[in-house]
């Protein structure tokens, strides 16, 4: 059976707490159904609670989830703004902008930390992924995914074609499902310019794909 989907996509102040509010929509060319993973192991205990002295009548078991969409690259999201930034500022962990006194334009600078979680970075903050789940019938349905940390980004283009952009993620919960956040409103298509260096006369290099994983906890 195929799908048509679109996200919304919110920023948590605390990881965990759902945010479907305050959202940016960007239209999805594939993603992975968030299915949950129950896993078999049970859950690590902290030193003193009750249940290190022995077996108990229950057991706390964890949960996983994880999975992955594609989106074409704008430099915007629809709705709520910075969204798109927000994505790749959740995988590298630092995000940080100045503003042109003349231009008034902005520029953004993102780059890897050691400690992503710090205060003085991401801290608490996560990704709420609102799935949006299109029906044959048109009935919409939202399947929220709260707590969601970015582990991968793959860019990649056909001649042609959109600059598409695969993000991997992993979180804590798959929320109960509600009704559809409708009436998605995208960007649109922007350019994405650089000043920061010219081609040569001969034309732009041919670059060779690359993608870039990081450890992150579930």
């Not at 006194?101 to 990704?127: E, F, I, R």
Request: positive net charge; proline residues 7%; aromatic residues 10%.
């Amino acid at each position: 059976m195929e799908f048509k989907a679109y996200l919304a996509i919110g920023e948590e102040t605390t990881r965990g707490t759902k945010q479907a509010a305050t959202v940016g929509f960007i239209p999805l060319t594939d993603f992975d159904l968030p299915i949950p993973d129950y896993m078999t192991k049970k859950r690590g205990e902290y030193r003193g609670e009750p249940s290190r002295l022995g077996h108990t009548l229950e057991r706390r078991m964890g949960q996983k989830i994880e999975g992955s969409f594609t989106f074409p690259v704008f430099s915007e999201a629809g709705t709520t703004k910075g969204i798109v930034g927000t994505i790749y500022k959740h995988f590298m962990g630092k995000a940080t902008s100045a503003q042109n006194a003349s231009t008034g334009q902005y520029a953004h600078m993102m780059y890897g930390v050691s400690d992503p979680w710090a205060t003085a970075n991401l801290g608490t903050k996560a990704l709420t992924l609102n799935y949006n789940i299109i029906a044959a019938s048109g009935a919409i349905r939202n399947y929220p995914v709260l707590g969601a940390r970015i582990t991968k980004l793959k860019f990649s283009q056909k001649p042609g074609d959109d600059l598409l952009c695969t993000v991997s993620w992993v979180a804590q919960k798959l929320d109960a499902s509600t009704a559809g956040l409708s009436s998605p409103v995208y960007a649109l298509p922007t350019a994405l310019v650089s000043t920061a260096f010219a081609w040569p006369a001969t034309g732009p290099p041919n670059p060779q794909p690359r993608s870039r994983r990081k450890r992150v906890t579930p």
